[in-house]
């Protein structure tokens, strides 16, 4: 599709998912500007996720690293679109939630004892992520992301609780600041590669 449109338009194109270039923008312009490695996730209708490190985004063998959202968190969990059970985006995403709870996630996001319970499941993905990766900052974008720290809070209680003392990993987890943007001011920094 890249190499259609440059063709059609007669403009260089560049393409990526919106998860990496998420995580461009607020690595570049947002909630991870000042650090070196940074994991962003969509948390939102579903879960993806993009890793920054040391200026650019990797995207490791096949293009597929930071994809997050079918990592499973609970085997015997319900089935998701993908036909595996427990899927993190099965458990935690919008869509499922709204599905499974019959409130929009910002609805059911206003209720204490819901953001309780669900933080175990969010918990679970990113101590994977942290454990994996370590990265220096988490920030989440997204919808369910804009709850602040009424769902901040308790998810970084939740995972001092699952992650090992003895690993001392931290736990810097936080929301987007650009918000909405995040994915334009992603797509500003590519443009910019392809002016370089």
Known sequence: ???????????PVIMDNDANVGALGEAKHGAGRRYASMFYMTLSTGIGGGIYINGDIWRGADSYAGE???LTIRPDGPECLCGAHG???RMCSGLWLEQD????AKELMRDPEFVRRYV???ALGLKACIMLFNPARIVIGGGIGKAGEALFA?????L????TD????RIDVVPAELTDDSVLYGALALTEKLRT
């Open 1 to 11: 599709m890249r190499d259609e449109l440059a063709r059609t338009l007669g403009l």
């Open 101 to 104: 709870y019959g409130k929009s």
């Open 154 to 158: 308790p998810l970084r209680n939740e």
């Open 68 to 70: 997050l959202g079918h």
């Open 166 to 169: 003895w690993s001392a990993a």
């Open 160 to 163: 001092r609780r699952r992650i």
């Open 87 to 89: 899927c993190f985006e």
């Open 120 to 122: 175990v499941d969010l």
